[in-house]
């Protein structure tokens, strides 16, 4: 990518972990509502490379998006209880007030952070909690339709919706990444469905990097490490954008410790 690549939602965990990896790798615009303190910048980036705006400031994102050639959109209320005077405006209005921008604005592409909350109604009482154990072969692979576990979950089956509008209205690639749950150095502790969706920092990096690189028209993919336990296919996101995960919960403990630590 040889444009600058906008980040939203850049001071916010994905953002982090996405920063953290790929920062002296791409010429970053950096997009949030709250003010980014320097320790959230990547080295080489100024105070000039960040705007503080709301998603769903119009104006400021024609700024922000001028010149760009590719968005990693991570701005939103990420609360699975939020309510929907929220998602509305933060989750729906914000995400289409992006797309729209980056049309105008002749965009590549645009990878846009959907949800496991997308999906959450699969995960019934007569499939759990068999279908987050390793020898259970049940599988989303992101060729089905959404089914919302909550008002969270809607606003992104909602944000996906967009994209495949505008993708095929207007030719914007778009890739939803259907994200598990990240945690930093280990899955979530003592959560059966939380090892079976961990999505570890550097496999979110990896992934993020993988939808600026490759070539794609619409997709959607689910965002999770090579977990033996898992329910989401990865299939998808290795073929079409050359994932590549290094990490997997099967090689820690039911607590979050690694199985390799050596016992002092
Ligand atoms: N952390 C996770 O495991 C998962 C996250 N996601 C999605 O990834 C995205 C990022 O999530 P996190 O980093 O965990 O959340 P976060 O709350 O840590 O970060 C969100 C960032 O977006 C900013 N933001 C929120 N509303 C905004 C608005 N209206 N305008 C501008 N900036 C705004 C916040 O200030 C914050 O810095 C969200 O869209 C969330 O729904 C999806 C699945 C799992
Ligand atoms: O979409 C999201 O999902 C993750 C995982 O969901 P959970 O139901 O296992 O907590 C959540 O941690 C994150 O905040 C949310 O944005």
Sequence with gaps: MDRPVLLTGAGGR??????????????????????????????????????VADITDRPALREAVSGVG???????????????TSVLRNNIDGTQ???EAAVNADVEKVAFASSNHAVGHFETETRTPEMYRENDDFRLDGSEHPRPG??????????????????DEYDLSTVAVRIGNLTKDHPPRNYERGHAMWLSHRDCAHLFDRCI???????????????????????????????????????????GTPKDEVPQ
């Design 97 to 99: 007030a992006l797309y």
């Design 70 to 84: 590719a968005i990693i959109h991570l701005a939103g209320d990420p609360r699975k209880t939020a309510p929907w």
């Design 14 to 51: 994905v953002g982090q972990a996405v920063l953290r990896d790929l920062g002296p790798k791409y010429d970053w615009r950096l997009l949030d509502r709250e003010p980014l303190s320097r320790d959230k910048l990547p080295e080489g980036t100024s105070k000039d490379d960040v705007i």
């Design 213 to 255: 690189q490759a070539d794609y028209g619409f997709e959607v993919v689910y965002g999770i490490s090579d977990n033996d336990r898992k329910y989401y296919s990865i299939d998808r996101a290795k073929d079409v954008l050359g994932y590549n995960p290094q990490d997997n919960s099967a090689e820690y403990h039911f607590d």
């Design 150 to 167: 909550n008002l969270y979950g809607v606003s992104k089956a909602t944000g996906e919706f967009l994209g495949r509008y505008y993708y």
